[in-house]
């Protein structure tokens, strides 16, 4: 995935969950859109650079989007969704192992209770589910955690892959993609979010798989590079 070209900036603060201000180098200050519904720990503090890509909508109250932040630790992708495109680059590139007789992908399908989704993989050997999330949270050095904050919509996501598995007969897939620089490892936030640790654990139980991949992240664009290694609990 690639970039057009950034703009870079000074991060003033970020609010309203989905809103920061930026400074921008000749001094302007501007409210970008902010593409991250979670706690951002480590990468949202006041005065780390930052950049932001712009939209050439005219409809847009605000035209910048903030991709990418300098955690001090490493360059980090902030814009979560873009995780499930670089995933699914990845997958139609053939760069995933194990996947090459599901050769056709698909993208936001309806399936369980009301869901989407994120990646659908089909061959004449069945479907697999996949769903994507996207790490930014290092919580010490090299140690990647996910959620950043307590996920009920994360816990659904694992029920239906379960259910998938154990009742489609079809393949599932949590995939966790590393959009910061600075993870070499990644473990479920136990600390964070206790029940979603316990059902990623039954999930595997019920059959469904857990891949973790580190992203290069760089300001020109985005891409899996190779796969990194997942505990339950963080390594001691």
């Known amino acids: 995935m690639r ?19 930026v400074q921008l180098p000749g001094g302007e200050i501007i409210t970008a859109h902010c593409p991250n519904t979670g706690a951002m720990t480590g990468c949202a503090e006041p005065g780390s650079r930052v950049w932001l890509s712009r939209s050439a909508s005219k409809t847009r109250k605000y035209p910048h989007t903030w991709e990418l932040v300098d955690t001090g630790a490493g360059l980090a992708c902030v814009h979560s969704a873009k995780a499930n495109a670089v995933v699914r680059e990845a997958f139609e590139a053939g760069l995933i192992p194990g996947f090459k007789d599901y050769p056709e992908l698909r993208s936001e399908v309806k399936y369980g209770a009301g869901s ?22 290092l919580c010490r050095e090299g140690l990647g955690v996910f959620p950043d904050a307590v996920s009920e919509r994360g ?31 990644v473990s479920a936030a136990g600390n964070i979010d206790p029940t979603y640790r316990t059902a990623l654990i039954d999930a595997q139980a019920a059959g469904v798989e857990v891949l973790a991949w580190r992203a290069k992240v ?19």
């Open 3 to 21: 970039f057009d070209s950034l703009q870079e900036g000074t991060l003033l603060r970020r609010y309203k969950r989905f809103l920061a201000d």
């Open 116 to 137: 989407r989704i994120d990646l659908l993989l089909t061959g004449a050997t069945g479907t697999v589910y996949v769903e994507v999330k996207s790490v930014t949270l």
């Open 155 to 185: 816990r659904k996501h694992l029920r239906e892959l379960a259910c998938m598995v154990q009742v489609a007969a079809a393949r599932a897939v949590v995939f966790f993609c590393v959009f910061h620089s600075g993870i070499d490892h």
């Open 218 to 236: 760089e300001t020109t664009g985005i891409e899996l590079v190779s796969p990194l290694p997942f505990s339950i609990d963080p390594p001691a």
